[in-house]
């Protein structure tokens, strides 16, 4: 008898154990977002874990500063997540050649690459390996306060070129309005002018050949000339007092505040800038304006005019992720959950035949704009990879207080890009 209790009690030990040993823990790490949107994932995640018996997911979020800083730590630890937010570009080629990142292509569900447009495939491949998916796909513009544009007498279907531009914030400040709100201190904001400027002035081609080392590589005349204008903009001194000492989060709550006419940043910030402002509720859409970043009069090579920046952001999958992961991703990216998405204006979905769930204005004007875009140019201090990208946030920052000159800006992006 005691041996029959004492071998049950040793089965049920071992079946307690093998359970424990059976949970498969998933860890996805993101860039702090809004309230909406982590109740969006947090279903999600509780719909995958219904479905699959001994599976937790669990999201973390870290704002975005600490997120680029902390995340290369990370992997290199025992701490690594899962699956991680991903803008692409050379740092996800740096990643990859690091050994961090694990190839997913034959571990998809069948036929699921297939709903994913080749754009969104190529930006998560390296040398032909898939090691994640797009999430949505994002375009920066400039968000416009359409009472303190009218009040200032702008008429903004008439802003066509740089120039243009240049008399709007001229008439808007004139009017004693801020014309621009920033958050240059943490540089990335202001770069948004100079890659979206060297892409009117040199070309949709421009970034790549510069990086192929073509025609003074990131010396191009077309970089000093983005500097030039540039610095066309800051000398009429645009932003908001303190604006170096401005954080984007800080930023985004002031535009939404009605702080300033004109603000330069991707459509992500449609719902997150009206929870950081002082209401909760920020500007309404009747308020609002979407107006395109404008071409530039005679520019050094042609073709960039309808060229957008912006990002193809998603996830990448850690070489330590076990096959869980990867079904998650797929769950997570499903048509369904894409569409719920859009639904909920939380993003632009990636995946095929979903968009038709945009109801959002904002939203579905920047979906065409990408559809009609000559090319789509992902963010340069991502595309660049960390060490080159942060070069290119400095000298925004200093091109924007006048600390460096349009030449000497781009000679340190392409030493930087010589030396990666």
């Known amino acids: ?14 079946a307690s154990a093998g359970g424990a040993m059976a949970q498969t823990e998933i860890n996805v790490l993101r860039v702090a977002t809004n309230a909406e949107q982590e109740a969006y994932y947090e279903q999600i995640a509780k719909a995958f874990e219904a479905e699959h018996e001994g599976v937790n997911v669990t999201f973390e979020y870290i704002a975005n500063e600490a997120y680029k800083s902390k995340l290369p730590t990370l992997l290199q630890s025992n701490a690594r997540p899962d699956i991680f937010y991903s803008w692409g570009g050379q740092t ?45 796909a994002t375009e920066v513009v400039f968000w416009t306060n359409t009472a303190l544009t009218e009040k200032a007498g702008v008429d903004l279907d008439a802003i066509k070129s740089w120039d243009d531009f240049l008399g709007a914030v001229k008439t808007v400040k004139e009017a004693g309005i801020t014309p621009i709100i920033v958050g240059g201190q943490d540089k990335w904001p202001l770069h948004f002018y100079w890659s979206y400027l060297a892409l009117r002035e040199g070309g949709k081609d421009i970034i790549s050949q510069a990086m192929a080392g073509d025609d003074g590589g990131f010396e191009n005349e077309a970089f000093v000339a983005a500097g030039k204008d540039f610095q066309e903009l800051t000398a009429l001194e645009p ?31 449609y719902l997150p800038m009206r929870e950081r402002s002082t209401s909760g509720e920020g500007l309404p859409d009747d308020q609002l304006a979407i ?3 404008p071409a530039v009069t005679d520019p050094v090579a042609a073709g960039g005019e309808a060229a957008t920046l912006g990002g193809i952001n998603g996830w990448t999958v850690s070489n330590s992720a076990e096959p869980e992961a990867v079904d998650f991703l797929a769950f997570m990216l499903s048509a369904e959950n894409q569409r719920e998405g859009a639904r909920q204006q939380l993003f632009i979905p990636i995946v095929k035949g979903t968009g038709d769930a945009l109801e959002n204005p904002f939203y579905a004007k920047v979906s065409k704009d990408i559809e009609d875009s000559s090319y789509h140019q992902i963010f340069l201090d991502q595309f660049l ?15 924007a207080q006048g600390a460096t000159t349009p030449e000497e800006a781009a000679a340190q992006v392409q030493e930087a890009w010589s030396f990666r």
């Open 92 to 136: 996800l080629v740096e990643q990859a050649e690091a050994g961090f990142l694990k190839p997913i292509s034959d571990m998809l569900p069948e036929g699921f690459a297939d709903t994913i447009p080749e754009a969104g495939l190529t930006a998560y491949s390296v040398d032909g390996n898939l090691y994640g998916l797009p999430l949505y």
């Open 385 to 399: 990879g960390a060490s080159v990208g942060a070069t290119v946030n400095d000298i925004s920052a200093d091109l």
């Open 239 to 269: 932003f908001q007092p303190g604006f170096m000492g401005t954080t984007y989060e800080t930023s985004s709550g002031m535009f939404a505040d009605g702080a300033g006419a004109f603000y330069l940043m991707g459509d992500w910030d």
């Open 291 to 293: 107006v395109n970043f």
């Open 1 to 14: 008898m005691r041996h029959t209790v004492a071998i049950a009690a040793l089965m049920g030990g071992l």
